[in-house]
């Protein structure tokens, strides 16, 4: 009986158990980006129930971090600690929101143009295009204003209407590299609907693609709102960390040293933001073999 020694290089790259069984890369980015996304879905998700109203007025004007208040208190004597507790509800719930709808709409128009072709594919293309020339950020500040009130969910739908082009066009790239592959055309042969290839056929493939669109779509959801917010153009329909900058700048917080008023909701946005990171950076080592075996 012969056994078969793999070379060292060869040994190291060929992926355990664990990795096949999970589909990712052994990686402690991959660990450490989920441990704080998941701290902080926690809080978004238990933080409201605890907290006190962010509205009441628990001490003084501008007071610092004390036992009746642990983060300190705003121009108007309200709790920041409260106030982060909810933020972090909303500008979870606005990231995600715009993640998941942005890559709903980019696969749906990635996979249908790419596979299909022809005029549809020229009319999609046409139609993401446009969306990429039109100057985000004036759309947003108008289309805000028009809806003051509506809601995070409604901000969330904003955003995500100007955030699908660009992976949809990344996604149709990636279709049209797949639709002729043998096993496409062995399905394609033997009958089945187009529908159903594009389901069965593509998107098992497009798994490590459409995972890093949804992690980008969340951190550029965050990143817009709070950066609309801290403008003075979210809206003002919600507490979230942009809003809280706002009212912080507003509150002259910088000038008055109160660095419990604004240092917390921007070391959140920091936070959040390098845990998706690192979670995209190992999407990208799951994808790209190099970087995996680099990785390890």
């Not at 106030?83 to 715009?98: C, E, K, N, P």
């Not at 009958?191 to 290839?197: K, L, Q, V």
């Not at 507003?250 to 040293?257: C, T, W």
């Not at 008023?261 to 845990?275: E, N, S």
């Amino acid at each position: 009986m012969t056994t078969t020694v793999l070379p060292v290089d060869e040994a190291q790259a060929r992926p355990t158990k664990r990795d096949r069984i999970l589909g990712l890369p052994k990686s402690g980015k991959l660990i450490i980006g989920l441990s704080i996304v998941g701290f902080f879905a926690v809080v978004a998700i238990v933080g409201p129930m605890v907290a006190g109203d962010p509205e009441a007025m628990v001490g003084g004007r501008v007071e610092p971090p004390s036992a009746a208040a642990w983060l300190g208190t705003t121009d108007t004597g309200q709790s920041v600690l409260d106030q982060l507790l909810y933020a972090t509800r909303d500008s979870m719930l606005i990231g995600f929101s715009v993640g998941l709808l942005a890559t709903a709409v980019s696969l749906a128009f990635g996979v249908t143009s790419g596979y299909v072709g022809g005029w549809l594919d020229e009319a999609l293309s046409l139609l993401s295009n446009v969306a990429l020339v039109i100057p985000a950020i004036p759309l947003l500040i108008l289309i805000a204003d028009y809806v003051d009130g509506g809601g995070p969910l409604m901000i969330a739908l904003i955003i995500a209407a100007i955030s699908w082009a660009g992976p949809a066009r990344v996604i149709r790239s990636q279709t049209m590299s797949l639709r002729n592959r043998e096993y496409v055309d062995a399905a394609r042969v033997s009958g089945e609907p187009g529908w159903r290839i594009m389901i069965v056929q593509i998107l098992p493939n497009l798994v490590p693609l459409i995972a890093s669109g949804l992690v980008w779509g969340v951190i550029g959801g965050v990143l817009t709102e709070s950066g609309l917010s801290a403008l003075g153009v979210g809206g003002g329909y919600a507490t979230t960390w942009g809003s809280m900058l706002y009212f912080a700048q507003n509150g002259y917080a910088l000038s008055l040293g109160a660095w419990w008023w604004f240092v917390p909701p921007g070391m959140c946005i920091a936070v959040l933001g390098t845990g998706l990171s690192l979670i995209n950076f190992s999407i990208d080592e799951l994808m790209n073999p190099r970087l995996r075996k680099a990785a390890s």
